[in-house]
């Protein structure tokens, strides 16, 4: 059950970067002239390099995440940049994309939500008992911070036995914590740091839908204006979702962190 627990919390908790709603759902505008786009800043071209480290049942080990803001998307009337991330573990690289935009209020990944139809087929099935329902964007920042304390990131529910049972199976929320300082690449910088948690509820057949086990895991992001993303610390499975999928772990106790080195905004 255990091995099958962190493959499903794996596969849940990074479905948005496997790949559109253009509806911010957020805050008002703010009128200071700041915007959530100077907290995940940059177009093409943009590079950011990060060193993190992961601990899990095998050990300690290291890596590097190179990123880059390779080109545009335009996804029904919603244009996306797409980030690539490469991730070096050791002798193995990996890589992965996925499509986010900015706006005045918030910064948003988008998700192909077919994969849910290919993630119960994987798991055998039959389509026409379950219903899985997913929002169609991930909300990573809600803008102004100190205006959404707290917000719904991400929902998954399914539906099952024709609606007489229903369930949401990962609930991602953003909470502002706040402003710290931080020393990232040897200079004093303001950070506003917004934690994330995930519950996830899976149960172990489709007749225990309405008792399953709830597993919830947390990790901290670490965002300068005009800069972005300068670091990242918690649970290892979320952050494998950041990093593009590339760091696996053995359990879902792993932890991970990673830090900016290097940045070149365009």
Known sequence: MKKTLIYLLTILLMLFISSCSSDD????DPTDGTSATHYYPGGVGSTLNYQGQTTDSSGTSTYTRDVSFSSQLNIGNT??????N?????????SAEFPFRTSTTGMFIYIDTAVFDELLDSLGIDPSLVTIIADQEVRLISY??????QWNAYTVSVT?????????ILELQGNYKGQEQL???????TAEKVEYIATVKI???????????????????WFVKDIGLVKLDGSGIIIAAFTGGGLEFDDDGSTATETLVAYDIK
Do not use: H, K, R, W
């Not at 759902?25 to 008002?28: A, F």
């Not at 244009?79 to 690539?84: D, E, V």
């Open 25 to 28: 759902d957020g805050p008002t």
């Open 79 to 84: 244009t996306y940049i797409i980030q690539s």
């Open 183 to 189: 020393t990232v690449m040897g200079q004093s910088m």
């Open 86 to 94: 490469y991730v070096n573990v050791g002798p193995a690289t990996f």
């Open 160 to 168: 099952a036995f024709g609606g007489l049972i229903s369930l949401n």
């Open 203 to 221: 149960p172990e057949s489709l007749e225990d839908i309405a008792n399953p086990q709830t597993v919830t895991l947390s990790a901290s992001a």
């Open 144 to 149: 102004p911070f100190n205006s959404t304390p």
